[in-house]
């Protein structure tokens, strides 16, 4: 199994792409994870010759199993995300196709607001989707130096958003003495 990582972000350092980077450290062994960082480079949508950049999305969305994809609190959503999911509906790549969507927030509405605009655009391009709000507080360390996940409470949050793309068993990585 192939999952494709998608961080609604322009921002390399920001909560949300270290939340997915992180996330492909908790998959099942034997799960393949690749994470597309062209976001800053989508064009609108429109008729003719499709962009380079939006080729290179939909080689990886169509060569994948699922979509892992992590939102910002806002309900604005980057329109450069909207370009790439109205390219990828518009060139058919998921209908059928399996999308997690993990947003984080200090407030439980940010999270809801931002997931609820990106499951009416997912659903409206035939995608099966699923996900979770995860509430976090701003001034907690959630990564160790490792870049990992360091909050066990934010760790089964997102292994359960996991868990619903890849039901493999989940190992606990090996213990360090």
């Known amino acids: 199994m192939k999952i494709i990582g998608i961080a609604a972000s322009l921002h390399a350092g920001s909560f949300i792409t270290r939340l997915l980077d992180s996330a492909g450290g908790e998959l099942p062994p034997g799960v393949g994870f690749e994470v597309w960082r062209g976001l800053d480079e989508i064009t609108a949508c429109h008729p003719g010759p499709v962009p380079a950049p939006v080729r290179e999305l939909v080689t990886l969305v169509t060569g994948g199993d699922a979509i892992l994809l992590t939102a910002p609190e806002h ?92 039901p493999a068993k989940l190992m606990e990585p090996a213990l360090s003495l």
Not at 109 to 134: I, P, R, T
Request: proline content about 4%; overall charge negative.
């Open 75 to 166: 309900s604005l959503l980057p329109m450069e995300l909207t370009y790439a999911l109205d390219w990828l509906s518009a060139l058919a790549c998921l209908p059928g196709k399996h999308v997690a969507v993990m947003s984080a927030s200090a407030r439980a509405c940010g999270a809801m607001w931002a997931q609820a605009e990106l499951y009416k655009q997912l659903l409206g391009a035939g995608a099966v989707v699923m996900g979770a709000e995860l509430v976090i507080a701003p001034n907690y360390p959630h990564f160790g130096e490792d870049g990992r996940l360091a909050a066990a409470d934010l760790r089964a949050q997102v292994r359960d958003v996991i868990r619903q793309l890849c």
